[in-house]
T-cell receptor, first 117, second 112 residues
């Protein structure tokens, strides 16, 4: 069975602090995809990143960076120099190989990040 | 403009009412999804439609009835709901070439 665990329910930081959101996953598939989504107060989930299971290179996009480690089944997300606009709920998700023309995402419970001025 | 539009944004309905949620995408995606997001619970996949055909129904009560007339439109018909059905209902779409979902802004449903 596939499962995504985000152990941190809520995190509160002060602006300009660095913060890491943890994500641990379980799957028996050898090929899979990992995602992070951001859900601001407006409600929609905004796609941030997708990684496949064969690409363990860390990725940096501006203040965002992701650390993928297959050995520990983790895909952690770090925000450097956090800003108030980063306040949102962040979801980690996992999907198997595309099957029948679609993929099914399994989401973690989410981590609510509050960045205070 | 997210590419996936959901209406209405907010809905309050009584337990005896019948209402429908609408989702529309013009991204050329072939798959559409309904998710339920309740307070303090993980996102729950409800239904999946692929090329207008329902491919998944995750043990959703029959008071929720999906309809997908074409690959661009998805409805969720609601009748005789319970207060515990109050939640944010999110629609998403995806394509063969894109392994991620594009989400709508959701419908915040309150059952009174």
């Amino acid at each position: 069975a596939q499962k995504v665990t985000q152990a941190q329910t809520e995190i509160s930081v002060v602006e300009k602090e660095d913060v890491t959101l943890d994500c641990v996953y379980e799957t028996r598939d050898t090929t899979y995809y990992l995602f992070w989504y951001k859900q601001p107060p407006s409600g929609e989930l905004v796609f941030l990143i997708r990684r496949n299971s064969f690409d363990e290179q860390n990725e940096i996009s501006g203040r965002y960076s992701w650390n993928f480690q297959k050995s520990t089944s983790s895909f952690n997300f770090t925000i450097t120099a956090s800003q108030v606009v980063d306040s949102a709920v962040y979801f980690c998700a996992l999907s198997g190989v595309l099957s029948g023309g679609y993929n099914k995402l399994i989401f973690g419970a989410g981590t609510r990040l509050a960045v205070h001025p | 403009e997210t590419g996936v539009t959901q209406t209405p944004r907010h809905l309050v309905m009584g337990m005896t009412n019948k209402k429908s949620l609408k989702c529309e995408q013009h991204l050329g995606h072939n798959a559409m999804y309904w998710y339920k997001q309740s307070a303090k619970k993980p996102l729950e996949l409800m239904f999946v439609y692929n090329f207008k055909e329902q491919t998944e129904n995750n043990s959703v009560p029959s008071r929720f009835s999906p309809e997908c007339p074409n690959s661009s439109h998805l409805f969720l018909h609601l009748h005789t709901l319970q207060p515990e059905d109050s939640a944010l209902y999110l629609c998403a779409s995806s394509s063969r070439a894109n392994y991620g979902y594009t989400f709508g802004s959701g419908t915040r449903l309150t059952v009174v």
